[in-house]
């Protein structure tokens, strides 16, 4: 090859040979990588279906051998349900007999137990023999609520043997017979135990629902009880008749008014404000709490708006406020218009002590005491309390001008022969929850005189009433706020038909505002008589 020739060949085809090459290498390369993904990820799904597979044909043959026992054990069953009908059969024949026995046979009962006699009542669905026992065994009472919830289950109908009882009460009202007292306390206590407290009537028959509706429709009558007012129906009464009407879901049957007049004339009732939930007032309940508070019953109106859930209306520490400067007011007010008399001094010490322990148990009861001390309420009742038993000790009481009951001799001479208490007192245990909050105070003692400095919480001036006394008109049950506490009686035995009328401590009303706000003691006036509280 000559120069000439060599010289005329060029590098460019060469080297776009080799570019070409590289680049059909790069696509083989790129080729073969995705070739080995797609083979790993088809070998993956391959293993995974295949065990899947085997999964699944193991899950078959379990299930299939399921199948196969399940069978075998309905099989076996069926095989032995004519024997076992033939066992159930017999035993239900036993105690079909020893039932019917039971029944029959009255004398059995004077060998059982308390329970086992509530327990034959409720199968016989016996209630005016339940009720008669009831009665007999009064002594026991503290013992009959749970034992009789207990037997109810044993009722045929429990609802239906409470209306039983409750018609027989209210045709021996009607009729006028004597026992009424006894009758109301055994049938308050079934209708607590027994009545359930929500409102709809669930579980009760359509008849049985009717029948309960003309049956509280005649016991509203008897007691005279309207849209007006309460009428002759006392407060025990009050809260059956309610709870009645919420149990038989016969809320529809009466109006709406007539039962809101039930709930705010016995607020004081301690299951009041649980009524008046479930009766579902609604916006109503802030009509009864404003209406409470209007006619001076602070205590009641705390406990509705803590049930109710509006203490942001109707703050609870503002309505315990107001209604202790009301007994202050209260107390003052009785000791001027009895001018300081012996007597007015005891009322006044009386109203001082009933409307303190009464907020110190509404505090209580309503977990307040963050923010609402007691301290000194409760240091203030201690002396009280301790003055009054210091001069009981230092002062005879009067002999009394009644001659003993003879026991058999002339003349009456002689000890009693019977240390038997009075019924009242016998029979003192009523049904709890169908008692006011308050317990009543029973004190008595001579006249006495407050000897200490005493100071309420923020209180610069205390106005006390004058020279006080103590003697008798202790014995009142306390039912209502100490600002207007018209007399209530406990449900044993002295569930009277007409609210009492008379105002705490038997003097006036609190004077005073009827709002619930703030107080200040210094803003009081001082009186005129000297006060017995050494002013601070």
Known sequence: MTPEIAIQISPEPIQSFFNNLESQKTIINTITDLHKTLITHFSTLQASLSQKSQNLDSQIKTLVQNTRNALQEFQ????AIPDRESVLQAQVEGRKA????????????????LSEIFRVYCRRMDSDGLVKFMIAKRK????????????????????????????????????GKPGIVDRRWACALLIQSMVPLSLGGGGVGRNLKERAATVLERWRKVT???????????????????????????????????LKNLVVDFAARKDMPKFAMTLDFGKQLEDIIDELVKSRKEIEAVYFACESGLTKRFPPVSLLRSCLKKCRKNVNSISKSGNHSMAASEKAVDAELEATKAIIKCVEDLKLESQFSIDSLKKRITQLEATKADRRKSTGSKPSNKRPHGGGGKGGSGPSSSSRPPKSRRFSNASPSFLPRYASQSLQGPVAQFSGPYTYPTQRVYEGPGISSYGSGYARSRAQSPATVPQQYTYAAHDVGVPGGGTYGGQGSYGGQDTYGAYDYGTAAVPMYPPTYPQQ
């Open 224 to 258: 005279g009880a309207d849209e007006e007012g309460s009428g002759g129906i006392g407060s025990g009464e009050a809260s059956m008749f309610l709870q009645m009407v919420i149990g038989f879901g016969l809320k529809e049957k009466f109006e709406e008014k007539f």
């Open 76 to 79: 076996n069953r069926d095989d």
């Open 98 to 113: 020893d039932a019917i026995a039971e029944i029959e046979n009255l004398r059995d009962l004077k060998n059982k137990g």
């Open 140 to 175: 026991e009472a503290s013992a009959f609520k749970p034992e009789i919830a207990a037997a109810a289950e044993e009722c045929v109908d429990s609802m239906r043997l409470v209306l039983d009882a409750v018609e027989d009460f209210v045709g021996v009202k009607m009729e």
